[in-house]
């Protein structure tokens, strides 16, 4: 019976974890539009790809919060940031963040 718990569990952790992934990767589809599949240097941004996940997080809620504008283009992204959860952000920020 224990067994089966852990097992489960442990199932379901994995599942999530890998729904995460995809998840991110598919909220990450709209972001390429402006930061290339790879997250690189763009007209729009300097390169974000293989950023620490924390500082991605980090600069997605000052977005989020109205609180970053480093290009004079912070609406931009508050705009396409506005709506996601903080598991969203994190999902993204994880993807980009395994981007090279
Ligand atoms: C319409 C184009 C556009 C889209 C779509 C877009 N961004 Fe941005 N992004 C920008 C611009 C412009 C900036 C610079 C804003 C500023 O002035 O601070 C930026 C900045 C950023 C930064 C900070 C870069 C730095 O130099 O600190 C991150 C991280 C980021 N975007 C991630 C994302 C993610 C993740 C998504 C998808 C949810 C996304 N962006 C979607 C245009 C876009």
């Known amino acids: ?10 199932l379901l952790l ?3 974890s890998s729904l995460d ?3 991110g990767s598919q909220l990450y589809a709209e972001c390429a539009k402006c930061h290339g ?5 763009t007209e729009f941004s300097r390169a974000i790809g293989g950023w ?9 809620k000052e977005y989020r ?5 480093l290009r004079g283009q ?4 508050r705009q396409r940031i506005a709506a ?4 969203q952000i994190d999902a993204v920020a994880a993807y980009v963040s395994s981007l090279k």
């Open 1 to 10: 019976m224990t067994r089966t718990v852990t097992f489960s569990s442990l």
């Open 14 to 16: 994995f599942l999530a």
């Open 21 to 23: 992934a995809a998840d």
């Open 37 to 41: 599949t790879r997250g690189e240097k």
């Open 52 to 60: 620490s996940r924390g500082e991605i997080k980090q600069a997605l």
């Open 65 to 69: 919060a109205g609180k970053r504008n």
């Open 74 to 77: 912070g609406s931009i992204m």
């Open 84 to 87: 996601f959860s903080d598991a």
